[in-house]
């Protein structure tokens, strides 16, 4: 006689997803996540639509990815156009990805898994049985969000990039108010980077299959013209053929499709960013350093200390940007003329997730007429599968609630963002 | 002294109106405090839909039987049901393509029978369940999250600005992208609280929070056709967060 365990909904994690396991006697049969996301459709939503429009709607696609989404949009629209962007709007563009990295890893640090380190069941509990812990969080989340806020017009959804440049550029002494911020914080995200390091992880550590990691890499900056998907174990290929290594595919019980690099199960975010060897800033790369042991080659356990790394990173790296920008005259140069044209255009970036596709065709009046949009929970679907498999398989005879509550912790690994994943593709 | 039991869910939507809550940083420790958050499945692993809520705040458009069973269950547990930011209040983005066959966009995304079923058109809350209060915005602003629970905890409901962007956009002394841009902004018909995030960068109004009571769409639609926009641009850039504007309405 097989039973069936379900896990419904998800929780902590961001958008809807269930998981499914079958068993039959002491044998997991089968393990399936489901993303229930309802389909919004947003490749349908749009087709037809004026390139200027393209990035307004579509960073609503996830509100905690919005400021990413919104400038692989641009970068995808700016290739379809040949248009070339100022340094400082480049700048502004790295600033605010590394805010929503900031706002994003802590979010899911603080808020959704530390409660698991602190017999918590939420962000409610956890502010009575570790104050100062989850404070520390909601600070550094606070600097990311103000990045966003004060780059982008809004916190969720930034209005102030466009194809071409920006709005209006943050004033002067606005960037140095959050240059102050951002020093404060730093100590904290050293702290948090340390919680993760000496914190026992109370995932069971059940016989996951070290994974394939892929990531974005380009030569330095988001401007870079040259762009590879990278694997580690030696696959790769120029950004606009990204179809060649991450074919997708349609599942039966999910709305969002797979992608599997070379017929492969790979995974992508932070963990698999420092095994590919991004460029680290100091404090960052001492981190780094120190917990080595515990990443290089780890499975998707020591995603979460490897966020802790980047929480790091994305604090220094803010700082040094704003020290650059600071140097360039405050007033907005005209935004760089357009030539509207047919056109194709690709771009990638590192999501907090990881790896994050957007592809627009354009017709001769800038009209979009196909759009192709993968996502990092996309191609993470099958790593996370097979893990949650591999861990369902080595707690066979466990009570229900701990199973249940472990399946749910390695889920939370992958910090999976389901509205993200639930979107619409055509190839 | 009991404390309020919110409910806090999200039915099709980018989870961003969640995320505001969790973005008041500031005040997170005193609403955990102040509230005790039965039902929130984002934030919590421990989430009872079965028990009572003084409040349920309610995030998304209404476009699958899943999340017509969770808005019904709030609503007959919920002494006061929030529609809680734009997709809610108005359908929002996911609902500006619906007078486009469903049937036909979820074909060209999924291939032909491969795709869910079960979904159809995204709508607002109220066109099924009674709503007692709107949160708008895409995404909503939190001091208007923070005013509305501030004022559950006293047992009533806030009042809200009903006057449109321009009002605020006036104030700040902003340029004027309409008029001295001929740019397509909304802010004219759009609903204010958002203290004109927009215009005071340079970019015009996209109307995320809304149609403003009594807007003036008639007039609107003259002035934008006027400087030379086409009808299909206005009504395509009105109906991103809202379908179903009244074109004739003069307020």
Redesign the interface.
């Known amino acids: 006689m097989g039973n069936v365990l379900e896990i419904k ?8 997803g269930t998981v499914k396991v079958s068993i039959a006697g002491r044998q997991v049969e089968s393990v399936q996540l489901n993303l ?6 947003f ?3 749009l ?1 037809g ?2 390139y200027d ?1 393209l990035p ?2 579509i960073c ?5 990815c ?1 400021s990413v989404h919104r400038v692989t949009s641009l970068q995808a629209i700016e290739a379809a156009l040949c248009i070339g962007i100022s340094e400082p709007t480049a700048l502004y563009r790295e600033l605010i990805v590394a805010g929503g990295q900031i706002e994003s890893h802590s ?1 899911h640090l603080f ?1 959704l898994v530390l ?1 698991d380190y602190f017999d918590s ?5 956890l ?2 049985k570790a ?1 100062a812990e ?2 520390t969080g ?2 550094i ?2 600097a990311g ?1 103000r990045i966003q806020e004060l780059v982008g ?5 930034p ?2 990039l ?1 194809p071409g440049g ?3 550029r943050p004033a002067r002494d606005e960037l140095k108010r959050l240059r102050d911020e951002l020093l404060e914080v730093l100590p904290d995200a050293v702290k948090a980077c340390e919680l993760f390091a000496t914190c026992p992880t109370h995932l069971h550590p059940a016989n996951f299959t070290p994974p394939t990691y892929l990531a974005v890499q380009s030569d330095d900056s988001e401007s870079s013209p040259v762009k590879q998907l990278v694997t580690s174990n030696g696959q790769g290929t120029d950004i606009t053929r990204y179809r060649e290594l991450l074919p997708e595919q ?1 599942v039966p019980h999910s ?1 969002a499709k797979q992608s599997r690099a070379g017929g492969e199960i790979v995974a992508v975010g932070a963990l698999s960013r420092l095994n590919l060897g991004i460029q680290l800033s100091s404090r960052s790369a001492q981190a780094f350093f120190d917990a080595r042991s515990q990443l290089l080659g780890a499975p998707i356990s020591a995603n979460v200390l490897a966020q802790g790394v980047e929480l790091i990173h994305s604090v220094e790296q803010s700082i040094a940007l704003i020290d650059t920008l600071l140097d360039h005259p405050a007033t907005c140069e005209p935004r760089a003329p357009l030539h509207i044209h047919e056109g194709i255009g690709t771009a990638a970036l590192e999501a907090p997730r990881g790896v994050l596709i957007h592809r627009y065709e354009l017709d001769n009046r800038g009209i979009c007429i196909a759009a192709d949009i993968v996502t990092p929970t996309a191609i993470n679907q099958a790593a996370m599968e097979r893990d949650l498999y591999a861990l369902a398989s080595a707690l066979t005879g466990t009570d229900e609630s701990e199973l249940k ?1 472990q399946l ?1 912790m390695l889920v939370r690994a992958y910090d999976p963002c389901i ?1 993200c994943a639930v979107h ?3 190839i | 002294m009991t404390r309020p039991t919110l409910a806090i869910a ?8 969640q ?2 809550l ?2 008041c ?2 005040e ?2 005193t609403l ?2 102040r ?3 039965t039902y ?8 009872d839909i079965g028990g009572e809520f003084s409040a349920a705040l309610v995030e ?1 458009s209404v ?2 039987p ?2 017509l069973e969770t808005l019904v269950k709030l609503r007959s547990r919920s002494r006061i049901l929030v529609a809680f930011g734009t997709c809610a209040c108005w359908g ?3 609902a ?2 619906n007078h ?1 066959s ?1 049937e036909a ?2 074909e ?4 032909k029978g ?3 079923t079960g ?1 159809f058109n ?1 709508c607002p809350l109220h066109r099924f369940v009674t709503v007692d209060f709107s949160i708008n915005g ?2 909503p602003e ?1 001091h208007e999250l923070l005013t509305t629970l501030a004022a559950l905890l006293h047992g009533t409901l806030p009042v809200f600005p009903q006057y449109p962007v321009c009002t605020e956009c006036r104030n700040r002394e902003c340029l004027c992208l309409l008029i001295e841009r001929g740019e397509p902004c909304l802010g004219p018909i759009t609903q204010a609280g ?1 203290n004109a ?2 215009p ?4 015009k109004c ?1 109307g ?1 929070r809304g149609p403003v009571t009594e807007a003036n769409v008639a007039s609107e639609l003259e002035v934008l056709l006027e400087k030379g926009i086409s009808r299909e ?1 206005v009504i ?2 009105m109906r ?1 967060f809202y379908p179903e504007w009244d074109y004739g309405q003069r307020s």
């Not at chain 1, 909904?9 to 809807?16: A, F, K, Q, Y």
């Not at chain 2, 999200?10 to 109106?17: D, E, K, R």
């Open positions: 909904p998800l929780s902590r994690v961001e958008g809807h229930i996301e309802s389909p919004r459709l490749e349908a939503l087709v639509k004026p429009e307004e709607i609503r696609i996830c509100s905690i919005s979010l808020c409660p069941a939420g962000f409610a509990e502010a009575t104050p989850f404070k909601l600070r989340k606070a969000n017009g809004r916190l969720i959804h209005a102030n466009v920006m709005g209006k349609v709305y509550r749910e509205s619409v593709v055509r | 999200g039915l099709t939507a980018c989870f961003g109106c995320l505001t969790l973005n940083e500031a997170l420790p955990a405090e509230f005790d958050f929130f499945p984002m934030g919590s692993s421990r989430h998304g476009s699958t899943d999340d929002g983005v996911a500006m393509n486009l469903r966009m979820t060209s995304v999924y291939g491969a795709g869910p979904s995204p895409c995404p939190k958002c995030r927009c005071a960068v340079s970019i996209e995320c641009e395509r850039r991103r």
